[in-house]
């Protein structure tokens, strides 16, 4: 990805529409490029945001620092090459995107307000982009975002599992056929 091995990257997958919040991940960047300036971004989507995302980086000349990619259906390759997956979204509610980040043992680095809505998500396997600088110290500590990776990828295997999640879903459709009969 033209990524050098010893940057930092952090990678989000996503639609550009506004609840994803294209803009913010481009603020937060710019934010932890100023604690982090070896640290490197790609946001792999598309969509009716495009055009003010490429104009912003385009401003201030953060092409070579910051990359959007066309949408593809396989990003394991790019979750395997980061070190973590930075989502602002502005809600969500279970995102296939943090379950594969979490799958591909990526530390989230996320807005407080995500974290409380997925309290799943905590400071043993993700990172909560707030006021304060703590986590620009542990985006800056590899051994802190390696904890944090396993610790998530943990958690993908032991919650989020294609094998568990099917489970899930067939105790819960028996549990509604039941009522129903």
């Not at 912003?56 to 997956?85: C, K, P, T, Y």
């Not at 989020?160 to 009522?179: G, Q």
Request: with cysteine.
């Amino acid at each position: 990805f033209g990524v050098a091995h010893d940057s930092l990257l952090l990678v989000a997958v996503g639609r550009m529409v506004p609840q994803k919040r294209p803009i913010a991940f481009l603020e937060h960047a710019e934010r932890i490029l100023e604690r982090l300036p070896h640290a490197r971004f790609i946001w792999v989507g598309d969509g009716a945001l495009a055009a003010d995302w490429d104009r912003w980086v385009a401003e201030r000349h953060l092409g070579n620092i910051i990359q959007r990619l066309a949408w593809r259906s396989n990003v394991r390759d790019m979750l395997f090459a980061a070190d973590a997956f930075l989502h602002v979204a502005e809600f969500e509610g279970l995102p296939l995107a943090i379950l594969e980040a979490l799958s591909a043992g990526l530390p989230c680095a996320i807005s407080p307000n995500l974290m409380r809505e997925m309290p799943f998500l905590n400071d043993t396997n993700s990172i909560a982009i707030g006021d304060g600088d703590d986590w620009a110290l542990t985006l800056a500590d590899p051994s802190e975002l390696a904890v944090r990776g396993k610790n998530a990828r943990r958690l993908a295997e032991e919650q989020f599992s294609f094998d568990i999640m099917a489970s899930r879903y067939e105790a819960l459709y028996r549990e509604v056929t039941a009522r129903k009969s």
